[in-house]
């Protein structure tokens, strides 16, 4: 086990609201996931349809459980902080994968689960257990051009308000020098496996 100091102002996500470790299944059912919930605007990630980009957008519905994650073995067991998953919202279509858009997130659905998800725990330690109700980081490993997190951004009405912290105005948003450092620290120890 390894430990990459991830930044607060990235760990934005809470997957469920229980007290027990996040799971991986390989047979989600209708609103029996996990909730997804974001600090930046105290509401759930959920699919919704929207105009532009990418159908996802946010509720105060917190009863919504349609968040999954399944392993590349297909175990069902505890997800490990760092270890690749796939993450899915929904049935059907319901796995986010990474794509060029001209509008919006660069990410499209796939009914099939995608492997580029990564979670980070609450306690910067990969290789462990990653508990529900707890503060994480989410990265996708095939951002351009590196991998990133997966955040909260302020897009314009039509589109959800989601992104990366490559995302245009992104750091305009982080006034903190330091805080770009470590942002970028943590995204180059990702990016080259140094954790594993």
């Known amino acids: 086990m390894a430990i990459i100091e991830i930044p607060e102002s990235v760990k934005v ?3 469920g609201d229980g007290a027990a470790n996040i799971q991986s299944w390989n047979n989600y059912t209708n609103n029996q996931g996990y909730n997804l919930f974001c600090r930046s605007n105290g509401k759930y990630l959920t699919w919704q349809k929207v105009p532009f980009g990418i159908n996802l957008g946010f509720t105060d519905d917190v009863a919504l459980r349609k968040t999954h994650f399944r392993l590349p073995d297909g175990s069902e067991r505890d997800i490990l902080s760092g ?114």
């Open 13 to 15: 996500w809470k997957i």
């Open 83 to 196: 270890e690749s998953v796939a993450f899915g919202i929904g049935g059907g279509e319901a796995f986010l994968q990474y794509a060029h858009r001209d509008v919006g997130i660069n990410l499209k659905w796939n009914k099939n689960p995608v492997y580029e998800w990564r979670i980070f725990g609450s306690n910067n330690q990969t290789g462990a257990p990653i508990a529900e109700n707890s503060f994480v980081a989410l990265v996708n490993d095939r951002v351009k051009p590196s991998p990133d997190f997966f955040i909260y951004f302020n897009r314009p009405s039509g589109m959800a308000d989601v992104g990366w912290t490559s995302s245009p105005e992104f750091w305009n948003s982080i006034l903190n020098f330091t805080e770009q450092q470590i942002i970028s620290r943590a995204k180059t120890a990702i990016s080259g496996g140094v954790w594993r």
